[in-house]
């Protein structure tokens, strides 16, 4: 196994994942494959399972677009509630629901990059499988941590805590594996 490969290396790891380029050498025009397609330069490596391709796409990578789907869905909730207290941007303070529910979308957007980071590390370096997993769990727990804000600032707690959770263990998988890979690309391990 050849482990961890830069985009540019040369020979291609997988000669079906090269991308075919026309350049001109010494003058004459050949095919040469210098780049792979982005998702084929990992080999499995990892501890469970490693990088495991999900046929018909990249699971991580829909997970990804339905959480920026939720997002703005929260979004348009919190332009319901400004129609709904008669409040004009860019005033964000008002009646406490309202308040909740701009706070409950902030905290949202201020979580979404580190989901992102988490989630893709652990597709692409432990198992995509486990991370598309952990992006549903995820948005779940988004919602129940969203709804449960707009009710009541305590009764968000359950969806906070499984956030927490399901980010740890998508940070942790990931790490393992860009460990993993590290020690098997450098040391043999």
Not at 96 to 101: D, I, K
Not at 149 to 161: D, V
């Amino acid at each position: 196994m050849a482990g961890v490969t830069g985009v540019l290396d040369d020979p291609p790891c997988f000669p079906q994942a090269a991308l075919p380029v026309d350049v001109l050498e010494g003058g004459k025009l050949t095919s040469n494959y210098p780049f792979r397609a982005p998702h084929d330069s990992l080999e499995s490596f990892a501890v469970v399972g490693g990088a495991v391709a999900v046929p018909g796409g990249d699971a991580s990578s829909e997970d990804a677009l339905n959480g920026t789907a939720i997002e703005g869905y929260l979004a348009r909730r919190v332009g319901r509630s400004r129609m709904a207290y008669n409040i004009v941007p860019p005033v964000v303070t008002g009646p406490p629901e309202f308040e909740r529910t701009f706070r409950a979308h902030q905290n949202c957007v201020e979580f979404y990059p580190l989901f992102l980071v988490s989630m893709w590390t652990c597709g692409t370096f432990f198992s995509e499988v486990i991370a598309a997993a952990g992006g549903l769990v995820y948005m779940v727990a988004r919602q129940m941590y969203f709804s449960g804000y707009i009710t009541s600032p305590k009764k968000r707690l359950p969806g906070f805590i499984l956030n927490l959770v399901v980010l740890g263990i998508l940070s942790l998988l990931g790490s393992i594996g860009v460990l993993r890979g590290i020690l098997y690309k450098y040391f043999l391990i």
